[in-house]
């Protein structure tokens, strides 16, 4: 599900209009053909839903997530990036792709760690998890004209934010080489990633 760029409210499959503020929903672009093209990813995941999910009332807690999503695609689309996919409480978010941006990297970043300020000023009971990572990834055509991106940097990309602490933004190598000139880095780690028998480099921006 995405979300509204002017308001936030979650949007439907295919809706034309927002319900909540009547903004009009531009088309996502279309794609004709598989494609590779080099990207950033950015994997946000909500820290402890299990815990907040048996603690309160099923509907509050489902429109809790509602508004946290509004929240993340609204920075996701205002660095010019695209949510590719909702899933329970986590988001995966692309930039590059499929419009292409020669500073996806930057913006990613931006849009991570505006994410973590919005939590902190909107949602301060909760916490996110942030891994952003850079590599080839293929493009193609998804349901009902959105993307479906694939590729080992998908699945490179989600490791860092899985080792990312509640409120931690996380970098891969790749990323940090992109994105070096606009942003300073911490101390690199190493994470543990399947098929990586030497692991991936991260570092907190």
Do not use: W, Y
């Not at 815990?51 to 609204?74: C, H, K, N, T, Y």
């Not at 055509?141 to 080792?163: W, Y």
């Not at 000139?181 to 098929?195: E, I, N, P, W």
Request: charged share 25%; net charge negative.
């Amino acid at each position: 599900m995405s979300a509204c760029g002017a308001c936030g409210a979650p949007l439907p499959e295919g809706a034309s209009f927002c319900s909540s503020c009547g903004s009009a929903v531009p088309p996502p672009p279309a794609i004709a053909a598989d494609e590779r093209k080099l990207a950033t990813l950015l994997f946000a995941d909500l820290v402890g839903s299990t815990a907040l999910g048996s603690g309160e009332d099923p509907e509050r807690v489902r429109a809790l997530i509602g508004r946290l999503f509004g929240v993340l695609a609204q920075e996701v689309e205002r660095t010019g990036g695209v949510v590719e996919k909702f899933a329970g409480d986590s988001v995966l978010a692309a930039f590059g792709v499929p419009t292409a941006h020669e500073d996806h990297a930057e913006r990613a970043l931006h849009s991570a760690l505006a994410m973590q300020r919005r939590m902190r000023e909107e949602f301060p009971e909760l916490a996110l998890r942030i891994g952003v990572n850079t590599g080839e990834v293929v493009i193609g055509p998804g349901r009902e004209g959105g993307s479906f991106v694939t590729g080992d940097a998908v699945n490179v990309g989600k490791r860092p934010e899985e080792a990312a602490g509640a409120r931690e933004v996380l970098v891969g190598g790749r990323t940090v080489a992109a994105a070096g000139a606009a942003f300073a880095f911490g101390d690199s780690r190493l994470v543990d990633a399947k098929g990586k028998p030497h692991g991936v480099r991260a570092r907190p921006p």
